[in-house]
Nanobody, 122 residues
């Protein structure tokens, strides 16, 4: 039901920060749990972060805990991923999607969009 568009990616130096945005179209955004995933060419898409409908509950992949923060603004139909202390291994295409559970969902529920490229240089 919800259509999603990712933005905010770019090229940053190791140790830098980026904030990714996920814009949702639809009138029921606040009813969806949201997740962030990333994928490197030739590798499986992996879970990064998830957030409950209200934003009260969050979960993260072990590799990004303490560095990434998921948030959302239901009044704007937006979800965000604040990425700090970026490492070269964070380089990937990042996608947002609705998820079934906040507890490390293995995949998204909807179709995958274009994503946004994050490149971290050394």
């Amino acid at each position: 039901q919800v259509q999603l568009v990712e933005s905010g990616g770019g090229l940053v130096q190791a140790g830098g920060s980026l904030r990714l945005s996920c814009a949702a179209s639809g009138r029921t955004f606040s009813t969806y749990r949201m997740g962030w995933f990333r994928q490197v060419p030739g590798k499986e898409r992996e879970f990064v972060a998830a957030i409950s409908t209200s934003g009260a509950i969050k979960d993260y992949a072990d590799s990004v805990k303490g560095r990434f923060t998921s948030s959302r603004d239901n009044t704007k139909n937006m979800s965000y991923l604040q990425m700090n202390s970026l490492k070269p291994e964070d380089t990937a295409v990042y996608y947002c999607n609705t998820v079934l559970t906040v507890s490390k969902p293995s995949t998204g529920l909807g179709s995958w969009g274009q994503g946004t490229q994050v490149t971290v240089s050394s």
